[in-house]
């Protein structure tokens, strides 16, 4: 006749040290048995456990969180040392794996690059064309670096600004040449003090004239008195 869980439990607690000790033995001398049996419950039942542990991991998922951060805190030394040991004893293996995933991602993004190629030069050509402004920007500073100014921060709608400004006119002559008189949107960027004597391109060193006046005053002196804008 079946015992009774209450027996059960009863006899167990009696018997506590004898039975952990009886399964203790048994698992020390029969270790390689219950990996093999493990190993081949875990083939049989692989999608099952895997669907478990998914299931578990995403409705505890803080739960295992914060466990593994507390394990890995109170056992820091433990893992490392096993770490280590682990990365002494495969280390020709684990190289050749890290060389492998190196030479596979290279290959990757060569391949990707060849096959996205036009497409990327496609569209560069096309922003180019729709934003003009923004390249001559671009090559305005550009051309600032290579001539070492200290700073290149002038920016597209800082230009536009500026322009509106001054009426969409020259800052130096606009009452002594007709040029400058005329109300145009192909003004040009001077720099009140040149980039080539240490200028900088920026807000405060720029003004907007027209060709006739950016080509007189070259790299001398501003042609007439100019407050720099300050936005």
Not at 72 to 93: C, D, F, G, I, V
Not at 138 to 160: G, I
Not at 183 to 197: A, I, M, V, Y
Request: positive net charge; proline residues 4%.
């Amino acid at each position: 006749m079946p015992q009774s869980p209450a027996k059960k439990r009863a006899y167990y607690e009696a018997h506590r040290e004898e039975i952990l000790a009886k399964r203790a033995a048994y698992r020390a001398a029969h270790s390689e048995i219950i990996k093999a049996k493990k190993a081949q419950d875990y083939q049989i039942h692989r999608t099952d456990i895997l669907a478990q542990r998914t299931l578990y991991r995403e409705t505890h998922r803080e739960e295992a969180r914060a466990y593994a951060k507390a394990y890995h805190k109170t056992h820091r030394h433990m893992l490392s040392t096993k770490a280590k040991a682990r990365y002494a004893e495969n280390r020709e293996q684990i190289l050749g794996q890290l060389a492998t995933k190196r030479e596979d991602r290279r290959a990757y993004d060569k391949g990707y690059y060849r096959k996205k190629r036009r497409e990327r030069l496609a569209r560069s050509a096309q922003w180019r064309k729709t934003h003009p402004q923004e390249m001559a920007g671009h090559y305005r500073r550009r051309r600032a670096r290579k001539l070492n100014a200290p700073r290149c921060d002038f920016t597209a709608p800082q230009w536009e600004a500026m322009k509106a400004h001054y009426g969409y006119r020259c800052a130096y002559r606009p009452k002594e040449c007709l040029e400058c008189q005329r109300k145009t949107h192909r003004l040009t960027q001077d720099h009140l003090t040149p980039l080539s004597k240490g200028g900088s391109h920026t807000l405060q060193n720029i003004v907007p004239c027209c060709a006739q006046c950016n080509s007189k005053k070259h790299t001398g002196p501003v042609l007439a008195t100019v407050q720099p804008l300050l936005l």
